[in-house]
């Protein structure tokens, strides 16, 4: 079992930089896959960040490419999802999501079975 606690966002305005953090409960984080979703009104939830169980691999979605940083630290465990350049579409609910071991579909939500309860991120422009 991993619970998870995301913190760190907030408003910020377009340009803008915010670090999120997801801190993660029991002695098995280093076991974990980790990633970052979002969640917009009205829209599904989407796929943001990826990081390996060491660190060595991430992946991001198109449109964070450059933008968005995702890291870990697994003798704090905690993921962090570094965000600059903030634009106003960036504007959601922010997940972090674990899964035990490696993922073959590592941007579905569903090969995730814990979630953190999201943090909001609101940029204006």
């Known amino acids: 079992q991993v619970q998870l606690v995301e913190s760190g966002g907030g408003p910020v305005q377009a340009g803008g930089s915010l670090k999120l953090s997801c801190a993660a409960s029991?002695?098995?984080?280093?076991?974990?896959?980790m990633s970052w979703f979002r969640q917009a009104p009205g829209k599904e939830r989407e796929f943001v960040a990826y990081i390996s169980l060491s660190g060595a691999t991430t992946y991001y979605t198109d449109s964070v490419k450059g933008r968005f940083t995702i890291s870990r630290d697994n003798a704090k465990n905690t993921v962090y999802l570094q965000m600059k350049s903030l634009k106003p579409d960036d504007t959601a609910v922010y997940y972090c999501?674990?899964?035990?071991?490696?993922?073959?579909?590592?941007?579905?939500?569903?090969?995730?079975?814990?979630w953190g309860q999201g943090t909001q991120v609101t940029v204006s422009s």
């Open positions: 029991g002695r098995t984080f280093s076991s974990c896959t």
């Open positions: 999501a674990a899964r035990y071991g490696t993922v073959a579909r590592y941007s579905s939500h569903s090969s995730y079975a814990y």
